[in-house]
Nanobody, 124 residues
């Protein structure tokens, strides 16, 4: 069984940077893509971005486009979320997830495996 483990969260000042990692353990995740989502207190889980395993194609939410970037290391079965120019409104628990086989990449319902989440707090 595949498990996803996020790391790299923490407290950072506005304008700063953080890099989150998501490592898949157990066995190689067979889905075509990995996604990053976030959830702030009292809000729904929100799509951040996604990357395909094979071609490395990425897609981002408008709210993070130009500030966040997703990359991958197939050999390590790890996906990264580089977050730059962080804003207080980026504060949330960040989750990585493995896409299943159907549905839109933007919807949490399309993802079948989730990590435990890592807290990111951006102070003003």
């Amino acid at each position: 069984q595949v498990q996803l483990v996020e790391s790299g969260g923490g407290l950072v000042q506005a304008g700063g940077s953080l890099r989150l990692s998501c490592a898949a353990s157990g066995r190689t995740f067979g889905g075509p893509a990995m996604g990053w989502f976030r959830q702030a207190p009292g809000k729904e889980r929100e799509f951040v971005g996604t990357i395909t395993w094979s071609g490395g194609s990425t897609f981002y939410a408008d709210s993070v486009k130009g500030r966040f970037s997703i990359s991958k290391d197939n050999a390590k079965n790890t996906v990264y979320l580089q977050m730059d120019s962080l804003k207080p409104e980026d504060t949330a628990v960040y989750y990585c997830a493995g896409y299943g086989s159907s549905g839109t990449l933007l919807s949490p319902q399309s993802y079948t495996i989730w990590g435990q989440g890592t807290q990111v707090t951006v102070s003003s």
